[in-house]
Nanobody, 119 residues
Framework: DVQLQASGGGLVQTGGSLRLFCAAS????????VGWFRQAPGKERELVSS?????RTYYADSLKGRSTIGRTYLQMNSLKPEDTAIYYC???????????????????WGQGTLVTVSS
């Protein structure tokens, strides 16, 4: 039985940093693309970053230059109030070596962790 759990969220001031973590049981991250999504109130879930089995990475424009993804974490710097959201980690089967960008490509999802950035 596969389970993912995101953690590391919290309240941070504008300009601060957070490192989110994703823990997994029942699968090995080396065999999957790992993605981080976020969902703000009233908005759709969006991909913010992903890393493929070959180490290739994707960053959404909203976090590009302010974040670094690893297989088990997402480091976010220079946080802004618009980064406030619930962040989810997910894992998807990776056949091409390229990071997956569609939510439909991810078969496993963890419970989210709330990130709140105060102004």
């Amino acid at each position: 039985d596969v389970q993912l759990q995101a953690s590391g969220g919290g309240l941070v001031q504008t300009g601060g940093s957070l490192r989110l973590f994703c823990a997994a049981s029942g699968l090995s991250f080396e065999d999957y693309t790992v993605g981080w999504f976020r969902q703000a109130p009233g908005k759709e879930r969006e991909l913010v970053s992903s890393i493929s089995t070959t180490g290739r990475t994707y960053y959404a424009d909203s976090l590009k230059g302010r974040s670094t993804i690893g297989r088990t974490y997402l480091q976010m710097n220079s946080l802004k109030p618009e980064d406030t959201a619930i962040y989810y980690c997910a894992a998807g089967a990776d056949y091409s070596g390229s990071p997956l960008t569609s939510p439909r490509s991810y078969g496993y999802w963890g419970q989210g962790t709330l990130v709140t950035v105060s102004s």
